[in-house]
């Protein structure tokens, strides 16, 4: 029996925002209409699948968006649809507009979510790396990360401005609970002096190391970048315990916070937002389902949800290793 062709589909956003979202559901939604399929945006991600927030989508309504921060589908994290009861309900009203494949976009979180409900039902689901932590699993990308690692960048070119001037130490902290990836890339990017990321303990010898040399060399300015998810506390953390071992340096804090998450995309994640959104389509057209699009050397790849997580992505230690030789003196 052949299976019954996807003649509708919904796209949503759901986590954190990441810039290049609205990139991916323009994508998905113009690779949706160009092959005849109907597009139905679902508002606050599954919230809005079980609370039935459907807006139609046309080629009108995601004009203008390819370059805009945010998510114009809004976004949530969504605890009723780690319930059966939820799961039904959105279940029902997916059903109920004849919607026979979706579109998820977001982070390891969505897709465990997206993995649940297609293993109970019957609807297609596909997902599309969207967080600026780039911390999923079998792809080399996630959208946002490039935005994001520019905006810390920027943001730290002018701290540094500021910290020769004082000759000040600044602990700058980029977001990353459990990842390292955004605060090692602006870190190497940025000369940073040091870097702590949650995925390699030992760098606070090197912390120590410069703190030394700097007493030593009388280097007054420097930047260290932690990642919010640094194992034993943010910025603020690491600061106090250095300011408290050497009361006479003149140490600040900068946590970098939200500003990370907005702005206008790069024209790398647009590039990236744009091709994942438009495989997402031909995958749901050639029958698959329960998989993630992904970038593996600059390819796209087909990725179960399966394998699709933050536990299996590994830091890249070249970068580790090339910080400790740039800044070894
Ligand atoms: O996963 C993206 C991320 O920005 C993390 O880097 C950060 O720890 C978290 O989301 C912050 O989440 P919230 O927006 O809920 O404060």
Known sequence: MHKKAIECIAVLTSGGDAPGMNAAIRAVTRAALANNVKVFGCN????????????????????????????ILKTARCEKFTTVEGREQAYKNLKQRNIDGVVVIGGDGTFKGAAQFSSEFDIP??????????????????????????????????????????????????MGREAGLLALGSGLACGAEVILIPEVLEQEKELDKFIQKGLVD?????????????????ALKIAERVKAQHPDIEARVTILGHIQRGGNPTAQDRIAATRMGVAAINSLLA????LMIGLKNKAIVEVPFGLAEKAYRPINREFVDIQEVITRT
Not at 46 to 61: A, C, P, R, V, W
């Open 125 to 174: 689901f596909i997902g599309i790396p969207g967080t600026i932590d780039n911390d999923i699993s079998g792809t080399d990308y996630t959208i946002g990360f490039d935005t994001a690692l520019n905006t810390v960048v920027q943001a730290v070119d002018k701290i540094k401005d500021t910290a020769r001037s004082h000759g000040r130490i600044f602990f700058v902290e980029a």
């Open 44 to 71: 606050y991600g599954f919230q809005g699948m079980i609370e039935n927030d459907f807006l139609k989508l046309s080629y009108q309504d995601i004009g203008g968006i390819i370059g805009l921060g945010g998510t």
């Open 218 to 234: 009388k280097k007054s300015s420097g930047i260290i970048m932690v990642a919010e998810g640094y194992k034993t506390g943010g």
């Open 287 to 290: 029958g698959k389902k329960n």
